[in-house]
């Protein structure tokens, strides 16, 4: 295992993939003198830099010397601030060189086929209240259907409390056979939008739950309405038919304030319910091409490895799907901060490249409007392990997107539907980014983490990737995937870029990912306010 890592041929800021102590240093044929200890993931100076000139990785600028620095210098927040370059939309055709994919072209997943012509990777029945009157409404749906249909995990911490004051436990056990073995599930999407707000955040929120509404892992849904709300019934029809006019979808619609009581309201939605229900189990699981893959790119709890190991391996499994004629969406706008350049570069008409500016730079006017920006994205968690600035953390988060065209770029709740590689703007907050992922159509989601996290989404499959072989051994109840190999010299990018595709064929054809074996359901709606 080498002790550090250099990126880009350009760069003056160099990784610790060790800790270092004080003194000579010895790399790539040359010799460094660390002028203090340098932690793991954290990054130093190969040359001395002045103050304010910049500091470079992955080959641009991610910040600025505060004062003048040492060779060795370890890189902080005091001595460096983010720095990013200006960018322009070039007139340049950019050259992509395909990955071989010879290898997967007549590979399949089975997946649930829906009359629209896209593919599932679950067969769900969805649950959605329109205003956040309805929520008690769905929980009683929740416990009534789980519980009868064979849904209800039993939950191990009842036993748990109970022996911790010392009482008996007797429970009625939750039916565990499935009534419809072919439906993977109900799903409640609880939120707290739909009225008191701004219209627009109305209207934001009936376009993201019409995306999980037609969603290809979503079957059908039932939609609970209390009557008075900014968001309509038939406000949200109207968005459906202008967003997903070829979709073929089951929807009950009940609405609390036409019918007599509260019961009534909760047992006419399950009754309508179950009437689709064996309609919904004759679907089954058939073979489908790659090129049916909708995939999210996602990262959230970063560290100073997910830069060089998960999110390149993630970047090349990208690739590779795109080569394969998938969907790919890359998302979390604050954190391509600093590589707007090689977005602009990529993008394959320059109508493309105006509409990322366009949304970028609006996204961060507003949240200076606030006294914020985007350059105050880095977490504390981020900057303990070694992501100072918001263009170290944006160049290191960007090598998920991989190195294929640009093909579309699409605001918050536009579905995903041109091949190749698309940017969704949302915010760098990991469940409201995978939110919107879900809700432009992504049917799974490769997330990478380097201090981990447990996020998970209620219908689409997330496939949690750890950057390090230390968190994968600490939390593997959430990791699926240790990309800390590429560390240690056992993979290399490619190779685990490879085996993440495997794992996403396989997880697509049914295989439950740790998220779903905890029930890890996150749903936030972005209100389109300032959420970083």
């Not at 800021?13 to 003194?23: E, F, Q, Y």
């Not at 009225?195 to 079957?219: I, K």
């Not at 997330?447 to 750890?466: E, Q, R, W």
Request: hydrophobic share 35%.
């Amino acid at each position: 295992m080498s002790e550090v890592l250099r990126i880009h041929d350009e760069d003056n800021a160099i990784v610790a993939l060790t800790d270092l102590p004080a003194g000579p240093l010895s790399y790539q044929g040359r010799q460094v003198q660390l002028a203090e200890r340098i932690p793991q993931k954290h990054k130093f100076l190969s040359s001395p830099v002045q103050k304010g000139k910049k500091v470079t990785m992955y080959g641009v600028p991610v910040g600025v010397a505060n004062e003048d620095l040492a060779e060795g210098s370890l890189l902080t927040i005091e001595n460096t601030t983010h720095f990013a370059d200006p960018a322009f939309i070039s007139e340049a055709p950019y050259a992509w060189q395909a990955p071989d994919v010879s290898a997967w072209k007549k590979q399949t997943f089975m997946g649930y086929h829906r009359p629209d012509g896209k593919v599932g990777t679950a067969n769900l029945w969805l649950f959605i209240p329109l205003v956040f009157c309805e929520n008690r409404n769905l929980k009683f749906i929740e416990g009534a259907l789980n519980k009868s249909l064979g849904y209800e995990k039993p939950n191990q911490y009842e036993a748990y409390v109970a022996d911790k004051l010392e009482q008996s436990l007797d429970l009625r056990p939750p039916r565990t056979d499935r009534i419809f073995e072919n439906l993977d599930g109900f799903r409640f999407l609880y939120h707290d939008g739909g009225c008191g707000g701004t219209r627009q955040d109305s209207e934001t929120l009936l376009r993201l739950l019409a995306g999980y509404v037609h969603h290809p892992n979503v079957a059908g849904a039932t939609v609970l309405s209390l009557g008075c709300q900014h968001a309509q019934i038939e406000w949200f029809q109207e968005i459906q038919q202008e967003l997903y006019p070829q979709s073929q979808k089951p929807i009950v619609y009940v609405e609390q304030q036409k019918l007599l009581s509260e019961e009534k309201t909760i047992t006419t939605a399950i009754d309508q319910t179950l009437e689709y229900l064996p309609e919904v189990n004759r679907i089954q699981r058939e073979p489908a091409g790659l090129d049916k893959l909708v995939v999210g790119l996602e990262c959230g709890g970063s560290d100073g490895f997910s830069g060089i190991s998960a999110n390149p391996a993630i970047g090349r499994t990208s690739d590779l799907l795109v080569a394969l004629g998938a969907i790919t969406i890359l998302s979390e706008f604050p954190e391509l901060n600093g590589v707007e350049q090689n977005i602009l570069d990529r993008c394959v008409t320059r109508n493309l490249g105006e509409k990322f500016l366009q949304l970028t730079q609006a996204y961060e006017e507003r949240a200076q409007a606030v006294g914020s920006g985007f350059d105050m994205n880095p977490s504390p968690g981020n900057i303990k392990d070694g992501l100072i600035t918001d263009a170290i953390k944006s160049a290191g988060a960007a090598q998920k997107g991989g190195t294929s065209p640009v093909c579309d770029i699409l605001d918050y709740t536009e579905p995903a539907v041109h091949p190749g590689l698309n940017l969704l703007c949302t915010p760098g907050n990991d469940v409201e980014s995978t939110t919107g992922m879900a809700g432009s159509g992504a049917n799974l989601i490769l997330f990478s983490t380097g201090l981990g996290t447990p996020t998970g989404n209620p219908i689409t499959p997330v496939i949690k990737i750890s950057s390090n072989t230390d968190l994968s051994t600490r939390m593997e109840d959430i990791i699926d995937i240790n990309a800390g190999t590429i560390i240690t010299g056992e993979d290399s990018i490619e190779s685990m870029g490879e085996a993440i595709l495997e794992s996403i064929i396989e997880t697509a054809s049914g295989k439950p990912t740790k998220a779903m074996n905890l029930d890890q359901h996150d749903f936030i709606l972005w209100k389109r306010g300032v959420s970083l």
